[in-house]
């Protein structure tokens, strides 16, 4: 077929490179929007909010995306030091912080040559709204590129409560913060399955209690309030596929979105929640699993108080790779401007 771009020049466009980390997208948006305003990641996270929505509900919504597309916006760094910022997005809105997201947007940079690092291992500091983000690029012994991140302070915001949701009855949580809050909940001990095959009773369930947890338990972050809200809900299980993993993940979060991997900040929360609770010691990695069979390692390092709360620095590796180079355009005429989500 022959295609001449040029009668279709004055369709609006955005460039992606696309990719997956363990099984979750990410789609990093490289060109078509304006200018973020702000000079701090928050601010242009609020810019973004309160001026360019539609230009996240175009590129993560169908049809050009779907009900659980991912993205990354890259943004000039605003920190001394930092490579570039982040700005993350959803089918609901922008998130806070993702760990899926560093790993698959530092691999990427390095193959495309974005950053042409002297040595390895490489150190990229990332501008995110949780805050500044340490991440490392190495080879593996058979040359495959490989990262892993120092996340920001993670800590147990608060550990055995119980709530009561809607039609399902009283549910045992715990919350974490892991550069976004979550409500952990023991998937084993109220008779859920984690599989892929209960991905519909998962979603319904994680919404329910996400809601219920929202309505009666408030959420203060110590130092910026735009980061005080419940990200999703996080079901773990010990019933893994491999036996050298330490238990499964299903992260529910924004609108229903499943996470397909084992969920970066999840991890993140989670080690702090089970150092907290003197399960797991400094320095002792863990594998945990997704509802799809990616994996994701993480360790707890040592680091001081958080405000008042006792953190440590998650160090969190996976696995990325490409799936494609996109042009996305909107036809001026086009009914969905804004795309449609259905389940």
């Known amino acids: 077929m022959k295609i001449d771009l040029k009668k279709i020049e004055h369709f609006q466009s955005f460039h992606s490179i696309d990719a997956h980390t363990e099984g979750e997208p990410l789609r990093i948006i490289t060109r078509g929007y304006p200018e973020i305003k702000g000079s701090t990641i928050l601010e242009k996270r609020r810019y973004l909010q309160d001026n360019l929505d539609h230009y996240r509900k175009i590129l993560m919504h169908e049809p050009r995306g779907h009900a ?110 892991g550069g976004a809050y979550y409500a952990y909940v023991d998937a084993d001990a109220i008779g859920v399955s984690c599989r892929p095959e209960n991905v519909e009773q998962l979603i319904d369930l994680g919404r329910r209690i996400k809601q219920a947890v929202m309505k009666s338990h408030q959420l203060n972050h110590p130092r910026d309030k735009d980061l005080s809200f419940l990200y999703g809900t996080i079901f773990h299980s010990a019933n893994t596929t491999k036996q050298s993993s330490h238990s499964r993940h299903v992260c529910v979060f924004a609108d229903g979105e499943v996470d397909r991997s084992p969920t970066g900040t999840g991890v993140a929360g989670r080690i702090a929640l089970l150092h907290a609770k003197g399960e797991v010691a400094l320095d002792e990695l863990i594998t945990i699993e997704s509802i799809v069979d990616g994996q994701m390692q993480v360790k707890a390092l040592p680091s001081e108080k958080f405000y008042q709360f006792d953190a440590v620095i998650p160090q969190v590796s996976g696995r990325a790779w490409i799936t494609g180079v996109h042009q996305f355009m909107l036809d001026p005429s086009d009914i969905f401007q804004q795309g449609f989500i259905l389940r």
Do not use: Q
Request: proline share 7%; charged share 15%; with cysteine.
């Open 68 to 177: 659980d597309m991912y993205g990354v916006l890259i943004t000039e760094p605003v920190t001394p030091g930092s490579d570039f910022g982040v700005l993350f997005l959803h089918n609901e809105g922008y998130s806070s912080m993702c760990g899926h997201g560093i790993i698959a947007t530092c691999k990427v940079a390095v193959e495309i040559g974005h950053i042409v690092p002297k040595a390895l291992p490489h150190n990229i500091k990332i501008d995110s709204p949780a805050g500044l983000i340490s991440a490392w690029v190495d080879k593996t012994p058979n040359g495959d590129l490989k990262v892993w991140f120092d996340n920001v302070a993670s800590f147990a915001e608060s550990l055995n409560n119980v709530v009561d949701v809607p039609g399902f009855g009283p549910v045992n949580y715990d919350i974490g913060f």
